[in-house]
């Protein structure tokens, strides 16, 4: 029996079980390299609704000094953070008196945005060398796991926050209960907190499995955020659906005893969404794994049949996702040539689990290769444009989440 992180209550029930896997960001150096392999099940709370993994991996095994997710490498990504410092300086007010603070800042995509406008920032990252990116574009970075204690240490330093930015990462962290509680300490009285997180609707709705990796310790719902906020002080207050990473949420909170924001009309929307859908009950995560069965025999009877008739498949975007999905239906090199990503963190290297090399991008339009899997399919539209070429010599784009679909 697995005990839920948060309330602390007994789990019996199995989301889905994607078997043993190694962290889906540890890139190896060399085809042969040694790995180590953890278990990789999603399991649901009956008491908080919390969707979450059964077993943790240490966060110090996954967040090291060479981990290789650089935010900046995807420009839509920078775009919806551009659009995002806009939104929120005009919403609430910003200046040159505010304090921007941002959990899991990466490469400072985000914050430099609120540099540019003058906006005093501070970025809290566990990875020295996202970090270290950051510095270099003049975003002041503290190398960090944050939690309860690191947020006292930032408050006694000066660091109290008019606005917390928390995009991708509450699903990131162990111990959500002190990141939680982090957050109520480190905010002012009057200060906002937003979290961004993939919509837990969409993964059962979409087959989504594939966001299921070892950094994500837990899969959100408002219903689940709601209450785990509550119990650390904070109330949330408005919710913005986002077409980021598949469809996410962007919560709005504030602390529940000082705040003075009046709840906004997503909050009350949203909470009938995840109430019709069933959220609260068992039913709705019952029979998801044999949807992801579907998934994974249909990516597979696509490989074993472009390579009976002779077609070449390579890969596009190195990213976690597409590792979970290749490693849950035991793909390797056998069956895709090679991974191509923008990243130059990544290329050169292999993909954990099924040892595909990485490559930059431009080796695509040299293999001439007849399909191209686009495994971050969020990013299906920006990687399909960028591609065009492919069309000379007949190529064509394939993803398989939620299906298999090929133009």
């Excluded at 609704?49 to 943790?56: E, I, P, R, S, T």
């Excluded at 775009?79 to 603070?101: C, I, N, P, W």
């Excluded at 909050?267 to 998934?295: I, N, P, W």
């Amino acid at each position: 029996m697995t005990t839920c992180r948060f309330c602390g209550a007994t789990i019996d029930l199995t989301l889905v079980d994607l078997g043993q896997q190694p962290p889906s960001n540890s890139y190896l150096e060399t085809a042969d390299a040694s790995e180590k392999l953890f278990p990789l099940c999603a399991v649901v709370c009956d008491e908080c609704h919390l969707v979450q993994l059964a077993d943790d991996v240490p966060a110090d095994e996954i967040f090291t000094a060479d981990y290789a997710y650089f935010s900046s490498y995807s420009p839509s990504w920078v775009a919806h953070a551009q659009k995002y410092a806009q939104d929120m300086t005009e919403r609430f007010g910003l200046d040159r008196s505010s304090k921007v603070v941002e959990i899991a800042s990466n490469d400072g995509y985000l914050l430099q945005h609120f540099v540019k406008a003058g906006i005093p920032v501070l970025g809290v990252d566990p990875a020295a060398g996202c970090a270290e990116a950051a510095r270099k574009i003049g975003v002041p970075t503290e190398v960090a796991f944050f939690n309860a204690q690191t947020a006292k240490h930032l408050r006694d330093a000066g660091h109290g926050a008019d606005l917390m930015a928390a995009n991708n990462v509450l699903a990131h962290v162990p111990d959500i209960r002190s990141f939680v509680e982090g957050i109520a300490i480190l905010l002012n009285d009057d200060g906002v907190i937003t979290i961004e997180f993939p919509h837990l609707l969409n993964l059962l709705n979409l087959v989504q499995f594939d966001t299921i990796y070892h950094e994500h310790y837990s899969y959100l719902s408002l219903l689940a955020v709601e209450r785990i906020f509550a119990k650390c002080g904070l109330k949330v207050f408005d919710v913005q659906e986002l077409v980021t990473h598949g469809g996410s949420l962007r919560v709005f909170a504030c602390k529940a005893d000082t705040g003075r924001q009046t709840d906004g009309p997503g909050l009350a929307t949203m909470r009938d969404k995840e109430q019709s859908a069933g959220l609260d009950a068992r039913a709705a995560y019952e029979g998801f794994e044999l949807k992801c069965h579907a998934v994974r025999d249909h990516l597979r009877a696509f490989l074993n049949t472009a390579k009976s008739e002779g077609k070449t498949v390579v890969a596009y975007g190195a990213a976690a996702k597409g590792n979970t999905l290749l490693n849950y239906a035991g793909i390797g090199a056998h069956e895709i040539d090679f991974v191509c990503d923008g990243n130059p963190a990544k290329q050169e290297k292999f993909l954990p689990g099924s040892r595909i090399p990485i490559l930059s991008p431009d080796h695509i339009i040299s293999a001439k290769p007849d399909y191209v899997l686009i495994l971050p399919w969020n990013l299906r539209t920006e990687i399909s444009d960028e591609l065009k070429p492919i069309r000379e010599w007949g190529g064509q784009f394939v993803v398989a989440v939620p299906e298999i679909e090929v133009w």
